[in-house]
């Protein structure tokens, strides 16, 4: 046996989070399968399925829906359902309870927080400053929310953006980890930065909650967005989640104000006005079967430190990086993911002159990772369910199709 995989087992014997991998359902890896099962890497863009989701939805319906109806709206908790898993996120990305409420996709989140920062923003500042790497759904919201509020978009790259805040930038949309390179922005200097020029700041934390620590109230952030799906394994077009500051929320004017977020929706009064807290970012129903499935799935965090979470992603990206060294001939790929950790995400990404068909191949083979265009290799690094020893294989059954 290589020096790599007698590594990997001590890695995995040490490991105190990997006792929850069983709470998820992955391929059956029986000990003499272990070196052809599958290896999944792709949890940065679906989290796979915790055990404790079937059951429950199965419930939801069976029961909650089927017998109860309409009563499941304040029997089973329904209306609250909101607010009351955006609190079970709250801890995962630093913020006190009654700020973040769930609902939505990011798409929609990021119109809300852009144009909601905007207007918090005030008069006499027309300009928005987009991460110019972004994920492009936030990009073309942010170019109509201007459009909207009078505002023109300057992209920006992230290295910059502290110094290209000025007095007229009303918000910056930045995301935390960049979605394609698995680069890590740094978030408390940014954060200050935008604010001491007079503007607001969004963070889209969809490929950091979950995966590393944020701290949104510590850093005093003043609106984020994030989803659910990816992260935190709340299935296939899970609702993402909205948070307002405390300081903000009474200010706060979402473009998409809803019955949901009156102060009295079931009054059916024709003039709008906004409840406090967190419910303001609602607008209609909750989609409950979604939002069933993303909170049985947030259980599995249940006496989970973040912190930890961050130790073992560093962990395994820097193995996978160091296997990846060892195995893959020389010049044959190029590391896109900063090596300093300080500016790391959970994911590595591989830059290679047939990526598609690589990845492809690596499909074929059981290791599951994703291809974005036009050369990049994409590799997620989920702590709750990832080992060590997936990690050698990975970069085994990689250095094997190259
Ligand atoms: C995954 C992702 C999205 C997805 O937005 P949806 O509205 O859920 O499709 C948005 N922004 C970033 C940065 C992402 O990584």
Known sequence: MSDLVLRAAELDAADELGKLRAQFVLDAASDDAA???????????????????????????????????IRSWTESGWWEAPERIGDLIAPLVGAAAGQIVVGDSTSVNVFKAVVGAVRLA???RDEILVDEATFPTDGYIAESAARMTGCTVRPVPVASMAAEAGPRTAAVLINHVDYRSGRLHDLPSLTAAVQAAGA??????????????????????????GCTYKFLNGGPGSPAYLYVAARHQSAFDSP???WNSHVEPFGMRPEFVPVDGARRGRVGTPDILSMAALEAALSVWDGVGVDAVRAKSLALTDFFLECVAAYVPEGRVSVLTPLEHDSR????ALRCADAS???????????????????????GFTPLYLGFADVERAARVLSEVL
């Open 357 to 379: 068909s690589v990845m492809a191949e690596l499909i074929e083979r059981g290791v599951v990772g994703d291809f974005r265009a036009p050369d990049v290799l994409r590799f």
């Open 200 to 225: 607001l700041v969004v963070w889209d934390l969809c490929h950091s909650a979950g995966a590393l620590p944020v701290g949104l109230d510590a850093h005093g952030v003043d609106l984020a967005v």
């Open 345 to 348: 995400g959970s994911q590595v």
């Open 256 to 258: 998409l104000p809803g």
């Open 122 to 124: 005030g008069a006499g």
């Open 35 to 69: 070196d052809t099962a599958g290896v999944y890497l792709d949890g940065n863009s679906l989290g796979a399925l915790p055990a404790a989701v079937p059951a429950h939805v199965a419930d939801v319906i069976a029961r909650e829906w089927g017998q109860l109806r």
